[in-house]
């Protein structure tokens, strides 16, 4: 059952100005909003939770303040309120660092917790963000596996390490997804979430949004996690953090709960669960969507994060999406802002409130993943067995969602006009891997079939107008068993096994082929037509053209002409690969190729 509070009386004592722990050297200020409580005491401990002080809160409107005089770092806190149901203690919603089990926060110097250069460092300039070529990783996985030579295993810090290196020999790690030629890492969850720490989780299950997971430090976690931006930063990688306000793990044993129960989620009788995790944050609220801004902006000045991807963004309201950019693009114009957008479930949240793709014209600043693409390229992503473009349905209908984003020609239905609105992929942390995928809905056929769909797709999504994304991983064939939703499965179903890099050689170039003629030429189909001969599709703009082979037969254009080819079936790269006197393709590929009529032109 959920509490019932009066909605009306809350927002009427509504707060705008700081709130959490505000430390100094010489003092730390401690400020609760509550309207309702009769009393509320700061509790302050030492590292073996022993408690130190108790001192009394003054109450001024509908904020508990007190004022402690001394250097506080290092402390540990929490608030005890007295109400109208009792007594009961909680942790500050706004801790910027925590105890390993969640129960306490800990008072912290922001500016005392740096790596070196970090005064020096600063968000990446990236003027077009629809330019963006994205890597999705977890921290943990990306260095858990025995086959890459880490010294700080599943830690912020593996990011910082140079010259790894897996069983090859060959340079794996930060070093190689730069080689790679993407332009940022996106983060899945770094921030404290409620899990038993000695257990794989993915993390979408938040318990504090301001403090970094101690599961991934070393030593000191804010230090560690801003270490790992700067040489992101230093590498010319942009750092994309994966944040989950749409729900907590525990509605019932939140902070946000014990604070004011009733008025932090949605819901009348019961907790809303449009989440599918129990509960939804009431983003509409001006506290909860004050906390959600407060987080954010701490997070981009603190972190210097490049961009967020939010978590079932269409939990969150319009409004509170709205006001996010205008405050993030105040402090990093070329900071990328994308997420889901639909539900998990059924929201108590009218749909013409919620930021989801019907409502993307009222965000137009806000990127959406594009299931419509993903799942016309390779089925849907709920049915394994479902087939999509390049695994057996290669239809018109499948090709009209593919059409759009590669020409920009976008149908009267679809939910965005706008190339910078849509993030084209097809593959991230959520269901099958491709590989995985393509190997089930193509009855387990050769690799060399299998191969091609999955260079098909890919082709199709780094052609694509938009922002792209990748799983890690994807450019190697990365399996997890066959495992379709592996959150809480052990690091042999979720790590990065980098020997994959060695035995899929040939496609990791590919990608990277890819990256570099998308970064040339990027929109060069942009307003093109096409037309179809049987099961092949040619696209043509600027003398470019793009052909698309979906049966295994080979094919010959009539069309004439000198031509230079950048990407075929097994290559792909921003410089012309061959030259031939025709337009052919193979079985299932993809060729681009430019006629040139002997004279060459860039």
């Not at 149908?411 to 590989?435: G, M, R």
């Not at 107008?465 to 190697?476: D, I, L, R, T, W």
């Not at 254009?557 to 097994?570: A, K, L, T, V």
Request: aromatic fraction near 14%; hydrophobic fraction near 40%.
């Amino acid at each position: 059952m959920k509490k019932k509070i009066d909605l009306e009386a809350s927002e009427k004592c509504a707060f705008s100005g700081k709130l959490g722990a505000i430390f100094s050297p010489e003092k730390t200020i401690f400020r609760l909003w509550q309207p309702f409580a009769e009393k509320a005491v700061l509790r302050l401990f030492n590292l073996e939770y022993e408690h130190i002080l108790l001192a009394e809160m003054h109450r001024n409107e509908s904020v508990f303040e007190c004022e402690i005089q001394g250097n506080l770092e290092g402390l540990l806190y929490d608030f005890s309120v007295i109400d109208s149901e009792g007594e009961r203690e909680f942790a500050d919603i706004y801790s910027y660092d925590v105890t390993a089990d969640g129960k306490y926060g800990i008072i912290s110097d922001m500016s005392r917790n740096c790596p070196k250069f970090w005064e020096n460092d600063d968000f990446l300039r990236f003027e077009e963000p629809e330019k963006a070529v994205i890597y999705e990783v977890s921290v943990r996985d990306f260095s858990s596996d025995k086959s890459g030579k880490f010294a700080s295993r599943g830690k912020f810090l593996a990011f910082c390490e140079g010259g790894v290196t897996n069983d090859y020999g060959e340079e794996i790690g930060l070093d190689y997804i730069k080689s790679l030629g993407v332009t940022h890492i996106q983060l899945m969850p770094v921030f404290d979430f409620d899990a038993d720490g000695s257990c794989y989780n993915w993390g979408y299950n938040p318990r504090f949004f301001n403090a970094p997971a101690k599961r991934y430090s070393l030593n000191n976690a804010i230090l560690e996690l801003r270490a790992l931006v700067a040489n992101a930063h230093k590498n010319g990688l942009g750092v994309v953090a994966d944040v989950v306000y749409n729900h907590v793990y525990s509605a019932e044993n939140s902070n946000f709960e014990k604070q004011l129960s009733g008025y932090f989620f949605r819901g009348e009788d019961y907790f809303s669960n449009g989440s599918g995790c129990g509960n939804e944050f009431a983003s509409e609220r001006f506290m909860a969507q004050k906390f959600i801004l407060d987080s954010l902006e701490f997070l981009a000045r603190e972190y210097h994060f490049d961009g967020f991807r939010f978590d079932l963004m269409g939990l969150i309201d319009v409004g509170t999406i709205q006001k996010a950019a205008k405050i993030l693009r105040g402090i990093n114009p070329s900071i990328l802002l994308y997420g889901e957008g639909w539900t998990g479930s059924v929201s108590a949240l009218p749909e013409r409130l919620r930021a989801v793709q019907r409502n993307a014209s009222e965000l137009p600043e806000i990127a959406f993943f594009n299931d419509k693409f993903r799942d016309a390229v390779k089925g849907n992503v709920f049915d394994k067995n479902d087939c999509g473009f390049v695994n057996g349905c290669a239809d018109l209908s499948n090709f009209e969602p593919i059409f759009a984003v590669i020409s920009c020609n976008f149908p009267i239905k679809f939910w965005t006009e706008n190339a910078a609105q849509t993030i084209n992929y097809v593959e991230c942390h959520d269901n099958l891997t491709l590989y995985d995928k393509l190997r089930i809905s193509l009855n387990n056929a050769g690799s060399e079939r299998i191969s091609a769909a999955e260079k098909m797709a890919s082709a199709l999504v780094f052609l694509s107008n938009g922002m792209v994304f990748f799983q890690a991983g994807q450019e190697f064939l990365r399996t997890k068993n066959f495992a379709e939703n592996s959150y809480n499965l052990p690091d042999e179903f979720n790590s990065i096994k980098w020997n994959l890099l060695h035995e899929n050689a040939e496609l990791v170039d590919y990608f990277r082929g890819l990256i570099a003629f998308r970064k040339r030429f990027y929109g060069v189909f942009r307003g093109c037509d096409f037309t179809k001969k049987g099961s092949v599709f040619i696209l043509n703009k600027n003398n470019f053209y793009m052909i698309i082979n979906t049966a295994n037969n080979n094919f010959c254009s009539d069309i004439s002409g000198h031509f230079e080819y950048f990407i075929d079936e097994n290559n792909s790269s921003d410089k012309p690969i061959y030259t031939a006197e025709r337009l052919y393709i193979s079985g299932f590929g993809v060729v681009v190729a430019r006629r040139i009529d002997g004279e060459k032109r860039d």
